[in-house]
Each structure stands twice: as structure tokens, then as C-alpha cells.
């Protein structure tokens, strides 16, 4: 049922006249998500997180996956999500899956040093 919303929810993104726009307030609604699970995820908030974060890592890898083709901001976004997400990729054994989000953000077609704290 996801996976149809999901279908349903990306042609209609494509038919839109503001993909571009849409696209990066999506981008940065994520960022902002990753950011505040970063900080949460080593306190008493953990429980919390490690709860949501499951439910919400399909649309986050999708995210990142989306990031890499587009432009530099996008990929330094791509990378502090996947960045901010590195205490939970430990959590549960998904530190390959880190590893490789981080790998495709730095090393994508013309990509530039980036420096994110």
C-alpha cells in the first residue's frame, strides 16, 4: 500500500509545474527530520526515534538516493542527512548502508570537496 502511495505520490510530483521547488522543500524537510533525530538519539528520546526512524527510512533513502543526481547543494544535504543519521545506522547494523550513502554523496559525477560539520 505504501509503495502505490508512494508511485501515486512521485507522478504526480512529475506532472507538477514546481517539481524543482518541491523537490528541495522535500530535501530540506528531511534534513531538518535527520538533524533533530542526530540530536534525540543519544538521549533519553532514543526509545522514541529508534521507533520512528524505521518507519520513516524508506522515504530517507529515497531522499538521498534523489540528492545525488541533481546539483552540489543537494548532495551536501544528501550527505548531512546520511551524516546525522550515523548513531542510528549503528544501532541496528546498518553502518554498510552509512558507509555507502556517504561514498555515493562524496563521490558522485562532478562532485567537489565538501566540508559538513
Same mark, same amino acid.
Given at each position: 500500500?505504501?509503495e502505490t502511495l508512494r *508511485?501515486?505520490? !512521485? %507522478? !504526480? @510530483?512529475? $506532472?507538477?509545474?514546481?517539481?524543482?521547488? *518541491? #523537490? #528541495?522543500?522535500?530535501?530540506?524537510?528531511? %534534513?531538518? @527530520?535527520?538533524?533533530?533525530?542526530?540530536?534525540?538519539? *543519544?538521549?533519553?528520546? %532514543?526509545? $522514541?526515534?529508534?521507533? !520512528? @526512524?524505521? #518507519? $520513516? @527510512? +524508506?522515504?530517507?533513502?529515497?531522499?538521498?538516493?534523489?540528492?545525488? =543526481?541533481?546539483? *552540489? $547543494?543537494?548532495?551536501?544535504? =544528501?550527505?548531512?542527512?546520511?551524516?546525522?543519521? /550515523? +548513531?542510528?545506522?549503528? /544501532? +541496528? =547494523?546498518? /553502518?554498510?548502508?552509512?558507509r555507502y550513502r556517504s561514498?555515493?554523496?562524496?563521490?558522485?559525477?562532478?562532485?567537489? +570537496?565538501? /566540508?559538513?560539520?
Amino acid at each position: 500500500m505504501l509503495e502505490t502511495l508512494r *508511485l501515486y505520490g !512521485r %507522478q !504526480r @510530483l512529475n $506532472e507538477s509545474v514546481d517539481e524543482t521547488q *518541491l #523537490r #528541495r522543500k522535500h530535501l530540506v524537510w528531511h %534534513q531538518t @527530520l535527520a538533524a533533530r533525530a542526530e540530536g534525540d538519539l *543519544l538521549t533519553i528520546c %532514543q526509545k $522514541e526515534w529508534n521507533s !520512528r @526512524l524505521p #518507519r $520513516e @527510512l +524508506p522515504n530517507l533513502r529515497d531522499v538521498m538516493q534523489c540528492a545525488l =543526481g541533481v546539483n *552540489l $547543494e543537494d548532495r551536501e544535504i =544528501g550527505l548531512r542527512i546520511a551524516t546525522s543519521l /550515523f +548513531p542510528y545506522w549503528l /544501532f +541496528p =547494523g546498518l /553502518f554498510r548502508e552509512a558507509r555507502y550513502r556517504s561514498h555515493s554523496s562524496l563521490s558522485a559525477e562532478n562532485a567537489k +570537496p565538501v /566540508f559538513v560539520r
